[in-house]
């Protein structure tokens, strides 16, 4: 068990190329990034917004302390940096609620899941 | 939106809920869910293209996520649509929905997809795909 919680950026076989994994004994959860994609009519393609200020991260908080499925969380954002074949999609600012603004590309620091995600519970 | 109502539902729009935050209310426009022994969903995608939403954030899963992309693109409901990484699978619910009906789908994803044409010359998708022939025929 100690082993199992304490990973860091092992490879997964069928994972995205140089994805960022990392668990830990209060977080279970090793998958820290999404990346987005768009269907082209034939298979998944990073996705390039054009003309949408709109990008969504969707994030998996996974499983919690007690084994039960969590949330998966939406994050609205304000825009997406991917280009057409980056296989990465790390910058990207969370959505404030106030505007829909894009930040400059230095402020749009990559966004990766807290240490302990909170939980959202339904309503 | 459309979900499921189950917990697993419920959970992706308390999540869309929280990411909007204070705008939620004024930003979704229109909620449809459905229960998972439901024959179809069609009456829920009707409901949602009439309401003016210009963004369907499709939670429907497995076969109710190839039903509601058919059926929206059937009823001529040009949207922008987002799906979760759950309904992904290229071989599992695109193809059933139909490729062109799901052209421009939005959605997020962690792992190489085997069915998917983008990684076909991938080595690991390859091995992969070697193992489930010699051990899971069938």
């Known amino acids: 068990m100690k082993q199992a919680t304490n990973l860091k950026s092992i490879s997964l076989a069928l994972g995205l190329p140089d994805y960022p994994t990392k668990n830990s004994p209060e977080d279970y959860n090793l998958i820290r990034q999404l990346q987005i994609v768009e269907f082209d009519g034939e298979k998944w393609m990073p996705f390039a917004a054009t003309g949408w200020e709109l990008a969504v991260r969707s994030t998996l908080v996974g499983t919690n302390q007690t084994g039960e499925y969590a949330s998966p969380e939406f994050y609205i954002g304000s825009r997406t940096c991917c280009e057409p074949g980056r296989l990465s999609c790390r910058s990207f600012a969370p959505f404030t609620g106030k505007h829909l603004e894009t930040p400059p590309l230095k402020e749009a620091a990559s966004y990766d899941l807290p240490d302990h995600p909170t939980v959202v519970s339904p309503r | ?138």
């Open chain 2, 1 to 138: 939106m459309l979900h499921p109502n189950d917990e697993l539902g419920r959970e992706y729009l308390a999540g869309l809920r929280s990411g909007l935050g204070d705008k939620a209310d004024t930003m979704i426009v229109k909620v449809a869910s459905y229960e998972y022994w439901s024959p179809t969903i069609d009456s829920q995608v009707a409901q949602l293209s009439s309401s003016g939403a210009d963004l369907f954030f499709n939670a429907a899963v497995t076969k109710f996520a190839s039903q509601s992309i058919r059926r929206a693109r059937e009823m001529g409901w040009n949207v922008r649509m987002i799906a979760p990484s759950i309904s992904g699978s290229i071989g599992e619910v695109i193809r059933p929905a139909g490729v062109q009906n799901a052209k421009g789908l939005i959605s997020a994803l962690w792992q190489k997809d085997p069915n998917d044409p983008r990684w076909s010359n991938d080595k690991d998708v390859k091995d992969y795909l070697k193992f489930v022939k010699t051990y899971l025929p069938g």
